[in-house]
């Protein structure tokens, strides 16, 4: 799981948080009638059924009128998050979304004995969602699981006069307000590759299939994909009106593609011995890794190559382009974000504990790698526009041993303008020929 992204064990209100996903069954279900009536464009109301008998959690119907969290300088461009008094540095379950010029950040955090759960506006200092669930209320669970510009996916429970276990909880963000809206949950689907997918559907993976469900209606879930041999989908991923993800199996990787009312089709499905994965996009270009020569005693690849191509939902169209070597050398995991013409990554190796962070410019590869702040370490990349990026840092070793920080919990959010970063370390790569220059789309 990516630092940041997980909740901690050890909060007074653990109760609330249910860590392993062996511990989220899944039912079909239809939609809260009660939910299900919103429409955006108000305000939120006090009180949503997301959990049965739940009375402990407390929505803000009027978000605006709290003060957005402030920030404090961290060097020369830098810029972190400022802790609330009284709450320290314990943040988690962080989310980032950039587009257009609008920046969001979504998180977690204890303060007041509650959870406190936020969406703010950064370029305009405004806060878009703010939710809390009370130090004791059991039953009562919300997380984020999603954002973007235009709304944000939360994970929790829902009433329809019976009991059912988790649900996707969908909240829009537009001028006059905002409305919630809930959808099934497929059985077996995976909390963590739930996101807020094209024309506002709600898409999830169990192991070996993609779903879809639409904002609209009462219908059950879609089945987008579903794996013709053992392959697992991950890296779920919205690109345009379609749905982009990987089918994983051991050194065996492929990038897919799903619109409404197609098909899913194959986009990239390199030769034996290499794979294609983990896709990020901003709707205009396409970012993947493409890894060969796997090593399957080791797990992992012994060359892996960042790739682009303008995005493109058809293998007869891609347009690939090798921007450089990678650091990473595995393709099960991705934490990545693309936009306002860049790409950034923090890449691991196969036993490393930390990652390193790489910002590569699309248009010619040109890279820089970004060295944490002395005693901390780099969490998950949030955003990255023309101008800036933001990213979680997690703290000092000696936060955790001294029982500051719990696993799980990040430090704070560093953001950084691209214009203090200097000239980038690592220039444009030479062109290359042959193979190594580009990957195999697939066939059709």
């Known amino acids: 799981?990516?630092?940041?992204?997980?909740?901690?064990?050890?909060?007074?209100?653990?109760?609330?948080?249910?860590?392993?996903?062996?511990?989220?069954?899944?039912?079909?279900?239809?939609?809260?009638?009660?939910?299900?009536?919103?429409?955006?464009?108000?305000?939120?109301?006090?009180?949503?059924?997301?959990?049965?008998?739940?009375?402990?959690?407390?929505?803000?119907?009027?978000?605006?009128?709290?003060?957005?969290?402030?920030?404090?300088?961290?060097?020369?461009?830098?810029?972190?998050?400022?802790?609330?008094?009284?709450?320290?540095?314990r943040y988690f379950a962080l989310f980032g979304a950039a587009r257009d010029g609008t920046r969001l950040l979504g998180y977690s955090r204890m303060r007041d004995a509650s959870l406190e759960l936020r969406v703010e506006n950064l370029s305009r200092g405004q806060v878009l969602f703010l939710a809390r669930v009370l130090e004791g209320a059991k039953g009562c669970d919300l997380r984020l699981r999603d954002l973007r510009t235009e709304g944000a996916l939360f994970e929790g429970n829902a009433?329809?006069?019976?009991?059912?276990?988790?649900?996707?909880?969908?909240?829009?963000?537009?001028?006059?307000?905002?409305?919630?809206?809930?959808?099934?949950?497929?059985?077996?689907?995976?909390?963590?590759?739930?996101?807020?997918?094209?024309?506002?559907?709600?898409?999830?993976?169990?192991?070996?299939?993609?779903?879809s469900a639409r904002w609209e209606g009462d219908g059950e879930p879609v089945e987008a994909w579903s794996a013709p041999d053992r392959s697992v989908a991950a890296h779920l991923t919205v690109g345009g009106d379609a749905l982009?993800?990987?089918?994983?199996?051991?050194?065996?990787?492929?990038?897919?593609?799903?619109?409404?009312?197609e098909p899913a089709r194959p986009l990239v499905v390199p030769s034996m011995g290499g794979g294609a994965a983990c896709p990020r996009?901003?709707?205009?270009?396409?970012?993947?890794?493409?890894?060969?020569?796997?090593?399957?005693?080791?797990?992992?690849?012994?060359?892996?190559?960042?790739?682009?191509?303008?995005l493109t939902h058809h293998a007869e169209d891609l347009r690939p382009r090798r921007l450089r070597a990678s650091r990473q050398d595995f393709l099960t995991e991705v934490s990545a974000v693309v936009g306002g013409g860049h790409a950034l990554h923090l890449e691991t190796r196969r036993g490393e504990s930390r990652g390193t962070l790489v910002l590569t410019r699309l248009s010619d590869g040109a890279?820089?790698?970004?060295?944490?702040?002395?005693?901390?370490?780099?969490g998950t990349p949030l955003y990255v526009d023309a101008e800036e990026l933001a990213v979680v840092e997690d703290a000092p070793e000696q936060a955790f041993t001294e029982g500051e920080l719990g696993p799980g919990e990040s430090w704070t959010v560093v953001r950084r303008t691209l214009s203090s970063l200097g000239p980038p370390d690592a220039g444009p790569p030479a062109p290359a020929s042959g193979a190594d220059a580009s990957c195999s789309a697939a066939s059709q």
């Open 1 to 89: 799981m990516s630092p940041g992204r997980s909740l901690p064990p050890r909060w007074p209100t653990r109760g609330l948080v249910l860590l392993s996903l062996g511990l989220v069954p899944g039912v079909l279900w239809g939609l809260s009638s009660r939910i299900a009536s919103s429409r955006p464009g108000g305000p939120l109301p006090a009180s949503l059924p997301v959990s049965p008998g739940c009375g402990g959690l407390e929505v803000d119907p009027r978000p605006q009128r709290h003060p957005a969290s402030s920030w404090r300088p961290c060097g020369d461009g830098c810029q972190e998050l400022s802790p609330a008094p009284g709450s320290g540095h």
């Open 244 to 261: 982009l993800f990987s089918a994983l199996d051991e050194g065996r990787a492929s990038l897919w593609s799903w619109r409404e009312g």
């Open 367 to 378: 890279t820089w790698h970004l060295p944490p702040r002395p005693g901390f370490h780099w």
């Open 281 to 310: 996009t901003d709707g205009e270009h396409l970012v993947w890794f493409e890894g060969h020569g796997y090593d399957a005693e080791r797990h992992a690849f012994t060359r892996m190559d960042l790739m682009t191509s303008p």
């Open 159 to 211: 009433v329809d006069g019976r009991m059912h276990p988790r649900s996707l909880f969908g909240v829009s963000f537009e001028d006059a307000g905002a409305s919630p809206q809930v959808w099934p949950r497929p059985e077996g689907a995976s909390p963590l590759e739930a996101v807020l997918g094209p024309g506002w559907m709600a898409s999830t993976t169990t192991r070996r299939r993609v779903w």
